[in-house]
């Protein structure tokens, strides 16, 4: 297909799937990012999920962290100079293992996490309002990525094309 030929509506089809929910992630995370800012939140919104597993397990090496969040060891590492910065979290090395890095929230980082955990109060119930609008998203894209790792999307095709 060139260029001349790719219909504008045709990336709104369902082979873009992961480019609607992605527009979806982003949307959501601006508008987050706006209560954040009212409420005097400074965890960046997509490093709240991380700055909770720290609280939880107290302190933790980056793949820990990694593994606790479903997440890639890359993807923890990118997020921790910036949680660094605002000074919402400190790191010592690990005693044990000298390549390791301990990571732990500062008392700053609690304080920030407690107004994190008003604001879900607020937006679980913002959310409650949207799924009964709409359904419930989150239990829909639970369900499809469950369904996904069952049988993933190369199993779902009976026989390729070929061009």
Do not use: W
């Not at 479903?70 to 993807?75: N, V």
């Not at 660094?84 to 996490?113: C, N, V």
């Amino acid at each position: 297909m060139t260029k001349e030929t790719l219909h504008p509506a045709a990336i709104d089809d369902a082979v873009f799937l992961g480019r609607a929910v992605e527009r979806l992630s982003v949307l959501i995370a601006e508008q987050s990012k706006t209560v954040f800012d009212t409420m005097g939140i400074v965890i960046p919104v997509r490093s709240c999920s991380l700055m909770t597993v720290l609280a939880t397990l107290g302190s933790a090496c980056a793949s820990d962290l990694a593994r606790e969040l479903g997440h890639s060891h890359q993807l923890v590492m990118q997020k921790i100079p910036k949680l660094l910065r605002l000074g919402l979290i400190r790191y010592r090395d690990d005693d044990h293992d000298a390549r390791r890095r301990l990571f732990m929230p500062t008392d700053e980082g609690l304080s920030q996490l407690a107004k994190f955990e008003q604001c879900t109060v607020l937006i679980r119930a913002a959310y409650d309002g949207l799924f009964a609008e709409v359904g419930d998203v989150r239990q829909f894209v639970d369900r499809a990525a469950d369904a996904l790792n069952a049988r993933p999307l190369d199993k779902r095709i009976s026989s390729p094309a070929v061009s």
